[in-house]
């Protein structure tokens, strides 16, 4: 299992410093902020990431890459066999900090696992900009803001992932 130290806590798995993302197959979907739509995709990926304590360049680079040739959309055989970049899709990345979300003790999430929003939007950027280089078309909610995202999720397909499997 890998291991990484962070703010001297060694972690692993799903814990600390590991870049996270939760990736819905969809027909459609689209992102609004105070009413007005911001961005909207047809068929691809909604992604919705969240930035971790300890992550850095590398992981949302490798994550990136990992999500432009997940192959979770059908061939003719309806095997999952072709990548958002084989069937022409595209990427609405959301930031969901929530994804960091520790709910183990009493009833109110802590967050102390996000990294703060200064460190994390440059991060947050870096995702978007690597994932585009990759060739997907990308759209994105905006940083910080209170969405509206409404997503027709294709199956429904949804994958959970964290760079914690890569690295």
Same mark, same amino acid.
């Given at each position: 299992?890998?291991?990484?130290?962070? #703010?001297?806590?060694?972690?692993?798995?799903?814990?600390?410093?590991? &870049?996270?993302? !939760?990736?819905?197959?969809?027909?459609?979907?689209?992102?609004?902020?105070?009413?007005?739509?911001?961005?909207?995709?047809? /068929?691809?990926?909604? !992604?919705?990431?969240?930035?971790?304590?300890? *992550?850095?360049?590398?992981? &949302? $680079?490798?994550? #990136?890459?990992?999500?432009?040739?997940? /192959?979770? @959309?059908?061939?003719?055989?309806?095997?999952?066999?072709?990548?958002?970049? *084989? !069937?022409?899709?595209?990427?609405?990345? &959301?930031?969901? @900090? $929530?994804?960091?979300?520790?709910? /183990? /003790?009493?009833? %109110?999430?802590? @967050?102390? +696992? #996000?990294?703060?929003?200064?460190?994390?939007?440059?991060?947050?950027?870096?995702?978007?900009?690597?994932?585009? +280089?990759?060739? &997907?078309?990308?759209?994105?909610?905006? @940083?910080?803001?209170?969405?509206?995202? #409404?997503?027709?999720?294709?199956?429904?397909? $949804?994958?959970?992932? *964290?760079?914690? %499997?890569?690295?």
């Amino acid at each position: 299992m890998h291991m990484r130290e962070v #703010a001297g806590l060694r972690c692993s798995g799903l814990g600390y410093g590991f &870049v996270r993302a !939760v990736v819905q197959r969809v027909g459609e979907a689209s992102v609004s902020v105070e009413g007005r739509e911001i961005a909207r995709i047809g /068929r691809g990926l909604v !992604v919705y990431l969240g930035v971790g304590r300890g *992550d850095g360049e590398p992981e &949302v $680079t490798w994550l #990136a890459e990992k999500i432009a040739n997940l /192959r979770i @959309f059908e061939n003719d055989r309806s095997h999952f066999d072709q990548s958002v970049l *084989d !069937v022409g899709g595209a990427a609405l990345v &959301v930031s969901q @900090f $929530t994804l960091y979300g520790d709910c /183990r /003790r009493g009833r %109110r999430p802590s @967050f102390e +696992a #996000a990294l703060p929003p200064e460190e994390a939007e440059p991060l947050y950027e870096k995702f978007l900009a690597a994932l585009a +280089a990759q060739g &997907v078309p990308v759209q994105s909610g905006r @940083f910080r803001a209170m969405m509206d995202v #409404a997503a027709v999720n294709a199956g429904p397909v $949804t994958m959970l992932l *964290d760079s914690a %499997r890569g690295f």
